[in-house]
């Protein structure tokens, strides 16, 4: 009489306990099997005009399609200028 009632236990705690994994509770509005959101990295150079770039841009974000490649050229005044606040500041540089 005991076993019978420890088993019947038993079985319903491993029934509630796999239940969820049958329901597939969990596997719903997964972050990890959703598409991964767009990155936008934005760089800057004084010397270089965006001919230079674009084969290196285009190659990367060929094999990393969620990441945006933006790239300005900019005159060295305005490039010394945006670095030093940035650095002063304590904050990303950015261009905009």
Do not use: H
């Not at 997964?30 to 991964?36: E, H, L, Q």
């Amino acid at each position: 009489m005991i076993i019978k009632k420890v088993s019947r236990i038993f079985f319903v705690i491993v029934l509630l306990i796999s239940l969820p994994l049958f329901l597939g509770l969990g596997c719903k509005n997964n972050p990890i099997a959703s598409k991964p959101q767009t990155k936008v990295l934005r760089f800057w150079s004084v010397f270089n005009d965006s001919d230079f770039f674009e084969p290196i841009i285009k190659a990367y974000q060929d094999q990393n399609p969620n990441i945006k490649i933006e790239y300005k050229k900019l005159e060295y005044a305005e490039y010394e200028e945006g670095v030093l606040n940035a650095l002063a500041s304590g904050r990303a540089i950015k261009t905009n």
